[in-house]
């Protein structure tokens, strides 16, 4: 059973985004996610300041099982980037929703963000279950 | 265990006469070419030497020591008269750069391989020059661009690929400047149809097929993938890593493909894996026949002699990928290869193939092993999925692969195609005996059994071999592959 806190929201390619005070979003992937790709050896990071579609390719994300792409739930602008990824990508698999995080980004537009409540996501991994 | 590297079994002064360089070699290089320090090379007897090497070579698994099912690879037996026929001493001391006139046989031999992959492929011409696999969908794409570009239609520069296929696929597309879209997988393993309706558009240059995919299965509605991909003014690009299955049997050719590339190494038996010279030859079908890689082998139609041709004759190839044409002792690997088994013989390989692959799933699937696509019967290769068992008991589709190892097989390939959760793909071959597969079978039942009474036996496998489980993440992440005198203590 993976672990799934409920102020975040989720995608269906199994990434969570937390919204911050300050308007910005912290984006990451999913405990699933980190399950499902196994032990992860290297993390591809954007270039601050990048702007990005929703939709886009934001990260990867490479396991000793296979290298998977990080969409962009949202449109906007790359402030931060988790720079610790480089020499530590295992942070992910310990820790997804903290220590793990990979982005924050300033959203454009985020009532049309590709994202859903822990309820729909939680219904996405049942489905995935059988 | 632990086996020692060759330079920890080195001893000053001790050397050997078979491995020691002729002195006198070095005798007319200009004195500033010459290196200042010794290099960096073990000194052990020749017994050393030998023993080293035979023993590291018994602690591998081959095809000539152990069942290798490995899917979407085509591990199959490599008749030892393919080497030994390569390696008849005219063809071996053949000069590249000689004659034409004196390489009249080798032409000959490449010439009539191109030949032969014409016949088996439905193609219109083919050209044997791509080094590997990834080098025959360079070109192949390659060729769909340029197809595009001599057309004034710049503006096509999509590739679409299944979400099923080959990591090279998209990579390939993207080295050659293209956009990749990426399409869904229907439930029962073909394509899904209305995403292809709604990927192609004015900006396709193609699709980047694999028939039977990599799920093991035949896409069965192709003609109406092409039909949708041409009316978009796309073309068709077949990837040849599952041409094995078909082989006889259908032709890519058959099914209106553009352009396929195959691995000679793969599907006409020479030894391949590890990196090893390969050869992705290409096949094109009219429309890019203009642009083929050289250099081609030709034949006089006057004299009858065979002769290279060039950018002379095909002025909108292109272009080369090597200093010569492929690797040539691949190449006549799979000449022989393709003589000796005939045109019967082909259509045998294609059906044995899958009747293999059939066997064991059925033998697997009724002592209740899951195949990924129960609906569909299998092609040359079928995926079982272990996802119940890592719920249900904490056994991955790695533990089970690990395990296989101490029973003497080779594991198929693992958590590959990305689709389906904790998979094996498993294929048997054409070259393996009844006995072969159910020797599989029942130890894939036997561990499947030891999962559930102790599922910790299974976990913590293997146990018959010379190391545990490997640390995968430190591999990756800290390759280390140079000796270096002062990390012998780490060792």
Same mark, same amino acid.
């Given at each position: 059973m993976s672990e799934l806190p409920g102020e975040l929201l989720y995608t269906e390619e199994h990434e969570w985004l937390r919204q911050e005070e300050d308007g910005t979003v912290t984006i990451g992937i999913t405990d699933h996610a980190q399950s499902a790709l196994g032990d992860l050896v290297y993390v591809e990071l954007p270039e601050v300041g990048a702007e990005l579609d929703a939709g886009d390719e934001m990260a990867v994300v490479e396991s000793v099982k296979a290298a998977s792409d990080v969409y962009a739930p949202v449109g906007g602008t790359v402030l931060e980037v988790n720079t610790d990824l480089a020499d530590d990508p295992e942070k992910i698999n310990t820790d997804p929703y903290g220590d793990g995080w990979i982005v924050r980004m300033r959203p454009i537009d985020m009532a049309n963000s590709n994202t859903m409540d822990p309820n729909a996501y939680q219904e996405l991994l049942d489905s995935l279950e059988d | 265990m632990t086996e020692k590297l060759i330079f920890e079994k080195s001893r000053p002064g001790r050397w050997a006469h078979a491995q020691a360089p002729a002195a006198a070699a070095a005798g007319n290089i200009p004195a500033q070419f010459l290196r200042q320090d010794r290099p960096l090379l073990p000194e052990v007897s020749e017994l050393q030497v030998v023993r080293h090497y035979t023993r590291l070579s018994q602690l591998n698994f081959s095809i000539d020591t152990n069942f290798y099912p490995l899917g979407s690879c085509t591990m199959k037996y490599n008749p030892r008269a393919c080497n030994a026929l390569a390696m008849l001493p005219g063809l071996l001391n053949r000069h590249p750069l000689g004659p034409v006139s004196h390489g009249q046989g080798f032409l000959a031999c490449m010439y009539e391989l191109q030949e032969m992959l014409k016949a088996v492929t439905g193609m219109r011409a083919v050209s044997l020059?791509?080094?590997a696999g990834a080098q025959g969908e360079l070109a192949g794409v390659a060729m769909i661009r340029a197809y595009h570009v001599a057309r004034g239609d710049h503006e096509r520069n999509e590739i679409i690929v299944p979400d099923a296929a080959h990591g090279t696929n998209p990579a390939t597309a993207t080295m050659c400047g293209c956009v990749v879209r990426e399409l869904s997988t229907g439930a029962d393993g073909d394509v899904d149809i209305e995403a292809l309706r709604h990927a192609v558009g004015p900006k396709t240059a193609g699709i980047m097929l694999t028939n039977p995919s990599t799920l093991g299965v035949f896409e069965r509605r192709i003609i109406e993938i092409r039909k949708i991909v041409n009316e978009a003014g796309g073309l068709l690009y077949y990837d040849g890593a599952n041409l094995n299955a078909i082989l006889?049997?259908?032709?890519p050719g058959d099914m209106e493909f553009d352009v396929i590339h195959m691995n000679l190494h793969k599907t006409f038996s020479t030894p391949h894996g590890g990196g090893g010279p390969g050869s992705g030859a290409v096949g094109v079908g009219k429309r890019l026949q203009p642009f083929l890689p050289i250099p081609v082998v030709g034949r006089s139609d006057v004299d009858g002699s065979y002769h290279w041709l060039t950018e002379k004759d095909l002025p909108q190839s292109i272009g080369r990928l090597s200093g010569f044409m492929g690797n040539a002792g691949v190449l006549l690997r799979a000449y022989v290869y393709m003589r000796m088994v005939g045109r019967d013989g082909m259509r045998r390989i294609g059906e044995f193939a899958t009747l293999n692959a059939n066997y064991l799933q059925a033998r697997l699937r009724a002592a209740g092993f899951e195949p990924a696509f129960p609906e569909r019967r299998a092609s040359h290769e079928f995926i079982i999925t272990l996802k119940t068992m890592a719920r249900? *008991?904490? !056994?991955?589709a790695m533990d089970v692969a690990k395990a296989l190892l101490d029973e003497g097989l080779h594991a198929p390939t693992?958590?590959?195609?990305?689709?389906?959760?904790?998979c094996l793909l498993i294929e048997p071959t054409e070259t393996e005996t009844r006995e072969a597969l159910d020797r599989f079978a029942d130890a894939m039942i036997a561990i499947a059994e030891r999962a559930k009474s102790d599922p910790a036996s299974v976990q913590g496998a293997?146990?018959? *071999?010379? !190391?545990?489980?490997?640390d995968d993440v430190k591999a990756a992440r800290n390759l280390d592959l140079a000796y270096r005198p002062e990390s012998r203590g780490e060792l």
């Open positions: - | 020059t791509p080094m006889g049997k259908v032709r249900t *008991l904490h !056994v991955t693992t958590y590959f195609p990305l689709l389906v959760p904790e293997p146990y018959k *071999l010379p !190391v545990r489980r490997l």
